[in-house]
């Protein structure tokens, strides 16, 4: 029985530049959702998917913020053009329809130069 | 509008002392759930509890018990005979009904020291 993995674990790069990091959810579930989080923060809602369809956004999410869920499967969040402040831990969970617990993945600490 | 306060920024006992985190949310929604998530050093967000907004019994599983009480809009959280392992942030989180969205708070760092 594996959980939710994200990869990568860890990404520096420069501003400027485009990173995607890749979730693998829990095979059953069909909730996928995204999360950042900044040091001695909680997490912030970025964006969830129902199988492929992504039902909501936040407004935190910039038009340099895109996610996809394809299959309904593995998901990616891409940002373009990064920069200094997305800088943070981005977390992915899963959970079933119809079940609100959230299963977490290990997350991917992006570090922009 | 949907709130979590955590309003312990951080938390140090020694070992088998009983430790109290508190939460406190603010809703409008008369259906919610409400969570416990520990994220060790490690930083993976691991799942503690659930509870729906109509069953106010209290749980316990192990050393930890949960109170809430829907009077003071509180969800407490005890361990009991601590131990270093405990040692990590504990997040409280809110998720309104509409749309399984979690609302968090900003963490309790807890430090149990031997």
């Known amino acids: 029985d594996t959980g939710v993995s994200q990869d990568p674990r860890h990404k520096i790069t420069k501003r400027g530049q485009n990173v995607t990091f890749r979730c693998d959810p829990i095979s059953e579930h069909n909730r996928l959702y995204w999360y950042r989080q900044t040091l001695g923060q909680g997490p912030e809602f970025l964006t969830y998917?129902?199988?492929?369809?992504?039902?909501?956004k936040s407004r935190l999410l910039s038009d340099r913020f895109s996610a996809e869920r394809p299959k309904g499967s593995f998901s990616t969040l891409e940002i373009q053009r990064t920069e200094q402040g997305d800088s943070a831990m981005y977390l992915c969970a899963s959970s079933q329809s119809d079940v609100t617990e959230q299963f977490f993945g290990p997350g991917t600490r992006l570090t922009v130069l | 509008a949907q709130k979590v306060t955590q309003a312990q920024t951080e938390i140090s006992v020694v070992e088998k002392e009983d430790v109290t985190l508190d939460c406190v949310y603010e809703?409008?929604?008369?259906?919610?759930?409400l969570f416990w998530y520990k994220q060790p050093p490690s930083g993976e967000l691991v799942f503690l509890i659930r509870?729906?907004?109509?069953d106010e019994q209290n749980e316990i599983s192990g050393r930890y018990s949960w109170n809430f009480q829907k009077s003071t809009s509180s969800f407490n959280f005890t361990i009991t005979a601590s131990q270093v392992v405990d040692s990590a942030v504990y997040f409280c989180a809110l998720s309104p009904d509409s749309n399984y969205q979690l609302i968090w708070g900003a963490g309790t760092k807890l430090i149990i020291k031997p």
């Open positions: 998917f129902q199988n492929e369809a992504q039902l909501e």
């Open positions: 809703t409008r929604d008369t259906t919610y759930y």
């Open positions: 509870r729906n907004s109509f």
